[in-house]
């Protein structure tokens, strides 16, 4: 599903992944990989704790719950890789579609919304 075709909750759940990235670039880069574990841990409980994705119908909800969560998945997981990599490598080979070989091969998130690399 396409991001502008995203339900409004969806929607914000991406526009809260890209807050992280924006976190845990500088702080990777600043070797403050304390930050890194807090910005994807408190993204991590505040998607959870105000979303339900347990028992969704078929259709639009869906189909746009499972396109942010897909993102979400690939996106933490190529954003914790340097710290928890075999753990990053088991998410990433779990996803399913087209994607690259490893999560090492996927690129760093440089924002929300570019896609998965191949």
Not at 77 to 88: E, G, I, M, Q
Request: net charge negative.
């Amino acid at each position: 599903m396409p991001p502008e075709a995203l339900l409004p909750q969806d929607a914000r759940i991406r526009e809260q992944l890209a807050e992280v990235v924006a976190r845990v670039r500088p702080a990777y880069e600043n070797g403050e990989f304390h930050e890194v574990v807090a910005a994807v841990g408190d993204f991590c409980a505040d998607v959870r704790s105000t979303e339900s994705f347990d028992s969704l119908p078929e259709g639009t909800a869906r189909r746009s719950a499972q396109t942010a969560l897909y993102e979400v998945a690939s996106t933490l997981a190529r954003l914790v890789a340097p710290l928890s990599s075999f753990t990053a490598e088991d998410v990433w080979q779990a996803l399913p579609g087209k994607k690259a070989e490893s999560v090492f091969l996927a690129g760093f998130p440089e924002s929300v919304g570019a896609g998965v690399p191949d």
